[in-house]
């Protein structure tokens, strides 16, 4: 059985190329069934970098839950994404899952609006519990 994931995607380190790579290398691995629009986000907690570009894929994998989480920090890293002490710092690219198989797992899911618009957007009917 398939599982279903939404992907987030985020940059604000050159996203007209970082995105795009993302995407690309996700198809290797996951089929995309839907994509939310990419939208402009001003950044949360260090306010002194460039807006951030963000959006989500709704995915089909044979993966389980870990092995694409470690899949995506290894597309991370390819990507350049440095992890330093600021975890709101820059980066060439953000992939999380934000929902497993109908649950979300995102832990800054309520607090996100663009977040929560971007995953509605390729999944209207996910129930979302307070």
Known sequence: MKN?????????????????????????????VAKSE???????????????????LLVETDLDRSE?????RDVEDELGRIREDDPFG????DLDVAVWNGEVV?????????????VLEVLPDLTILP
């Not at 995407?23 to 089929?31: A, E, G, M, N, P």
């Not at 990419?38 to 989500?56: L, M």
């Not at 694409?68 to 995506?72: A, E, Q, Y």
């Not at 995102?106 to 971007?118: G, N, S």
């Open 4 to 32: 279903r994931a939404v992907i987030a995607l985020g940059s604000n380190i050159r996203p007209e190329i970082h995105i795009p790579s993302a995407i690309l290398r996700l198809q290797r691995i996951t089929q995309i």
């Open 90 to 93: 820059p980066r060439t690219i």
């Open 68 to 72: 694409l989480v470690k899949w995506l």
């Open 38 to 56: 990419f939208v402009s986000t001003k950044p949360v907690g260090t306010a002194d970098q460039p807006e951030f570009i963000n959006g989500v």
């Open 106 to 118: 995102h832990r800054d899911f309520t607090e996100r609006e663009f977040l929560r618009k971007a």
